[in-house]
């Protein structure tokens, strides 16, 4: 039980991801609060955990709103242990040459301010238990393919939010870390290898089989197992680590 007796905040609990660490969290013995915009996905998963799940509709854009989420959780459970940042919306897929700037940047207010000032609202929480906070990026940190420039982009500014955050909390005790997937094999993926192949003529299985071609072990990781490594940096496990970002990836990309 590696997170027996702790309390779990997880911003951004969308289909996929968001959901598995929040159900992997509880398995692992803590206590999950679970933030999102929808209040049905809130609470439609706050039941599958059961009575040691707190459901608070959130919108991470707003200060308000964040510091109601923190007050929540610390009425409920007493404290925060982990922070576990995972709100995302999908920037322009455009060449940087081309993509419109302003659509850029709206992207950012999802994809980094709002991770920053979730992590700032919640700071004090986490100073008060020796915490950690854990970063959910991406493996397009690790290219530079058309068109996902300005996706690139949003992911290296996150990244380099987390590693000063890291540098400006670990004297408090605080661990901040990333992990950085890549294919997650969830609904939303399945959902477009689909398309993909219906527009080629072509077997579903064998757009999978193309991509999973591209890692080390041929196939491509599931939802619970980025969660289990999210999990293992917010653990007494990780104690020594901070500033990382561990890819989970199947082996696509080395760094």
């Given at each position: 039980m590696l997170l027996d007796g702790r309390v779990v905040l997880v911003a951004g609990v969308g289909p996929g991801l968001g959901q598995a660490v929040a159900l992997r969290a509880a398995q692992q013995g803590a206590d999950v609060v679970l933030a999102a915009r929808t209040e049905t996905t809130l609470n439609e998963l706050a039941a599958k955990i059961g009575g040691r799940a707190l459901a608070v509709p959130t919108d991470l854009t707003?200060?308000?709103?964040?510091?109601?989420?923190?007050?929540?959780?610390?009425?409920?459970?007493?404290?925060?242990?982990?922070?576990?940042?995972n709100a995302f919306v999908m920037p322009p897929m455009r060449s940087l040459r081309k993509v419109d700037l302003d659509e850029t940047g709206q992207s950012f207010e999802i994809n980094v301010l709002a991770a920053i000032r979730t992590i700032r609202l919640v700071a004090p929480a986490l100073i008060e238990t020796r915490g950690s906070i854990v970063v959910v990026n991406s493996a397009v940190l690790r290219h530079s393919r058309r068109p996902f420039g300005p996706y690139r982009l949003t992911k290296a500014a996150l990244l380099a939010a987390a590693q000063n955050l890291a540098s400006e909390l670990g004297p408090h005790g605080v661990r901040v870390n990333s992990v950085a997937p890549g294919w997650i094999w969830a609904d939303t993926l399945r959902a477009w290898f689909e398309f993909q192949a219906a527009q080629r003529g072509v077997p579903a299985r064998q757009i999978y089989d193309e991509v999973a071609a591209g890692t080390d072990l041929r196939r491509l990781p599931e939802p619970d197992e980025v969660a289990d490594a999210i999990l293992f940096l917010a653990s007494d496990l990780a104690r020594g680590i901070t500033g990382a970002c561990l890819d989970v990836n199947c082996g696509e990309f080395h760094w």
């Open positions: 707003d200060d308000a709103a964040v510091q109601n989420l923190v007050d929540r959780a610390i009425a409920e459970f007493g404290r925060i242990d982990t922070l576990v940042h």
